[in-house]
């Protein structure tokens, strides 16, 4: 059982340019070039989203923290008046 682990381990580290070539042009063979072309496609668009996302959570992030060293002292945001219990009203 080892020894077909390490074969394992063995192939994925040997499969080299020729081996990823063959691996290519097999698929291309079975799904064609449109398909193989549509999802490279919506790969680069989820990258992309993926990229932006990144970069507008940091600036939300930095915004953030530039909001709460202008305003260094702590508000009060306790309501003005109590809020009716449920409980209270039978």
């Not at 340019?17 to 063959?22: A, D, K």
């Not at 290519?24 to 680069?44: C, D, N, Q, T």
């Not at 990144?54 to 992030?61: I, M, N, P, Q, S």
Request: negative net charge.
């Amino acid at each position: 059982m080892a020894t077909a682990n390490l074969a394992n381990a063995m192939f994925i580290n040997n499969i080299g340019p020729w081996g990823l070539l063959l691996i290519g042009v097999v698929i291309l063979v079975m799904f064609g070039r449109g398909k193989v072309a549509g999802l490279m496609g919506e790969v680069g668009k989820g990258i992309t989203a993926f990229k932006r996302g990144v970069k507008d959570g940091a600036e939300e992030l930095e915004n953030q923290s530039d909001d709460t060293v202008a305003s260094a002292t702590a508000r009060d945001v306790t309501p003005e008046t109590p809020r009716d219990n449920p409980s209270d009203r039978a």
